[in-house]
């Protein structure tokens, strides 16, 4: 989602979730959790999923989501706009959301964490935020960007000095402190076991554009880049559990808006990792979430292009680090996965719901047969209706709920929004028949995430 900085450098950061990792272990049980409104991000905590959501008309929330228990919610904020900027990590032992508020300059942000259960405690903040803060998750070991705000906050021309700070989850146990060289500013983050990590720093150039380098950090110092362009972005995505550093840069060279790179230990050369398409642009972390104890494996949303006039296949694939050994997690068309999480055994991505609003899903990753997100379905089932006070009334059938878009071609008064339940229910359409005793009308059925239909009914007085 575009954010703006100040006129010499323009920054921005794409709705974030979750690159993570996936073992070839026992499969889990299925769940699908629906969800009212909008889902903006996931991460795993423990048993739990941890979940920013945008309800219509409130503020964005993030709540605690534990299979037989009502939701919790940790936070609760007024932001309110599709633009405004959620990240979120976490583990068992410990949990970080940032937020970034969009306004027509600055948004203010903050930072908060603490134990998944909750109180979180806020540990930064910005009057002037320009993207929303990375942050990161090891085990109780919590790592975000301090600092980095732009100045003065009421006219901003410059962004001030970063650090990146380490915490325990224990609020008694002292902060550590790392500082950014220059004018770096860490756009994501990525935390290991003993505070080490990496940091993606974004730096102004004179041109008004952008750098970008990946540089891995210990606990009292940020080392030599790992990778370094000087146009463009790179974000830094996670540690594989063989020491693999996985990092994406925008824009591509090839066909693609993103490519995903990963540095084996051993050659310290970047390579292209290859999903089988083109990861989502949409879907791109601007923080590696769903950290824990990482594995072998990297799990991303890929778009995979069709050779005939069919509708592209958008899938959650898993890899090797090194690109081999392609798993598909699960696989949808109309209606498409819009965000993944990742830990250990267990994989959790969100999708439209067809009745409204949202659902998550979680999955063993070690399951053999990909998932099938079904697309949403209606039915016409009408062939004659009779105009009473100026409408007709539509017998339609959804199997498992339906919203979209209803009209009558010709003969009518525009459109009507329809959000129905499983089941077979009556919509009443506006249709004007003038002086004729009788018609034949076209009535569509635009459904959210699944194929138009449309049929022809006989309408008398």
């Not at 909750?118 to 320009?130: D, M, Q, T």
Request: proline fraction near 8%; hydrophobic fraction near 45%; include cysteine.
């Amino acid at each position: 989602m575009p954010r703006f900085a100040p006129p010499w450098v323009a920054l921005f950061a794409i709705q974030c979730c979750a690159l993570g990792t996936a073992a070839s272990t026992a499969a889990a049980a299925t769940t699908v959790t629906p969800v009212r409104g909008e889902i903006r991000a996931v991460v795993f905590s423990g048993d739990a999923v941890v979940i920013a959501r945008q309800p219509p008309g409130d503020g964005l929330k993030v709540e605690r989501l534990l299979p037989g228990a009502p939701a919790q919610i940790l936070v609760r904020t007024r932001l309110e706009d599709e633009r405004d900027e959620v990240s979120l990590a976490g583990s068992a032992e410990a949990l970080a959301v940032a937020v970034n508020a969009a306004t027509e300059g600055f948004g203010g942000s903050r930072v908060l964490i603490g134990p998944p259960v909750g109180p979180l405690r806020e540990v930064a903040r910005c009057r002037a935020g320009v993207l929303v803060p990375p942050v990161a998750v090891a085990g109780s070991q919590i790592a975000w960007r301090d600092g980095g705000c732009a100045r003065p906050a009421r006219n901003p021309n410059a962004i001030g000095p970063a650090t990146i700070a380490i915490a325990n989850v224990d609020p008694l146990l002292p902060a550590r402190r790392i500082s950014v060289p220059g004018k770096g500013l860490p756009a994501s983050l990525v935390l290991a076991a003993g505070d080490t990590g990496l940091v993606g720093l974004l730096l102004p150039q004179p041109n008004d554009e952008l750098s970008a380098r990946i540089r891995p950090f210990a606990p009292t110092a940020i080392g030599a880049p790992i990778a370094a362009r000087q146009s463009g972005y790179l974000l830094a995505l996670g540690i594989l559990g063989d020491g693999t550093h996985v990092f994406a840069e925008i824009p591509s060279s090839k066909d693609c808006i993103f490519d995903v790179f990963a540095v084996a230990p051993a050659s310290g050369r970047p390579r292209v990792v290859a999903f089988g398409g083109c990861p989502d642009p949409t879907a791109l972390p601007v923080v590696a979430t769903g950290v824990g104890p990482l594995g072998d494996r990297i799990v991303a949303i890929a778009a995979q292009p069709r050779r005939d006039t069919r509708r592209a296949t958008t899938a959650i694939v898993s890899v090797r680090g090194d690109g081999g050994d392609r798993r598909v997690v699960a696989r949808g068309t109309f209606r498409t996965p819009l965000g993944v999480a990742a830990e250990g055994d267990r994989v959790a991505w969100w999708q439209p719901r067809c009745a409204g609003g949202s659902e998550i899903v979680v999955r063993g990753a070690g399951e053999s047969e990909a998932a099938v997100i079904s697309s949403c379905r209606a039915e016409i089932r009408s062939r004659s209706a009779q105009v009473r006070d100026g409408r007709i009334g539509v017998r339609v059938r959804c199997p498992h709920g339906c919203t979209g878009l209803a009209s009558v071609e010709r003969i009518g008064a525009g459109t009507k929004r329809f959000s129905l339940a499983a089941g077979t229910h009556t919509l009443r359409l506006r249709v004007a028949l003038g002086r004729r005793a009788r018609a034949r009308v076209r009535v569509e059925l635009e459904v959210d995430s699944g194929q138009t239909k449309s049929a022809r009914i006989s309408v008398r007085r």
